[in-house]
Nanobody, 124 residues
């Protein structure tokens, strides 16, 4: 069973950058694709980015393409989300999640393990 803990959230001005990190426990981390989701107040949780178990395949929501980069380090059991050129509409709680397959997914139902979330607030 993988356990996930996010860090790196905070308050940033529009146009700024933040890097989120997710630390995973468990020996099977390198077997699973990982993803980042976000949930803004009053809205449903939505897909942001995903990466395959090896790190070689990534996928992004259209709203973050070209601004966000997902990466993982299987030697450290971490998955990061580099967020550049942040916009006020990126304000949300960001969640790290793990699938049970190797290939990345955009479907929230494929993600079985979740972290507690970290708040990102972008001021205009």
């Amino acid at each position: 069973q993988v356990q996930l803990v996010e860090s790196g959230g905070g308050l940033v001005q529009a146009g700024g950058s933040l890097r989120l990190s997710c630390a995973a426990s468990g020996r099977t981390f390198s077997s699973y694709a990982m993803g980042w989701f976000r949930q803004a107040p009053g809205k449903e949780r939505e897909f942001v980015a995903a990466v395959s178990n090896s790190g070689g395949i990534t996928d992004y929501a259209d709203s973050v393409k070209g601004r966000f980069t997902i990466s993982r380090d299987n030697s450290k059991n971490t998955v990061d989300l580099q967020m550049n050129n942040l916009k006020p509409e990126d304000t949300a709680v960001y969640y790290c999640a793990a699938t049970t397959t190797a290939y990345p997914s955009t479907d929230i139902m494929d993600f079985k393990t979740w972290g507690q979330g970290t708040q990102v607030t972008v001021s205009s």
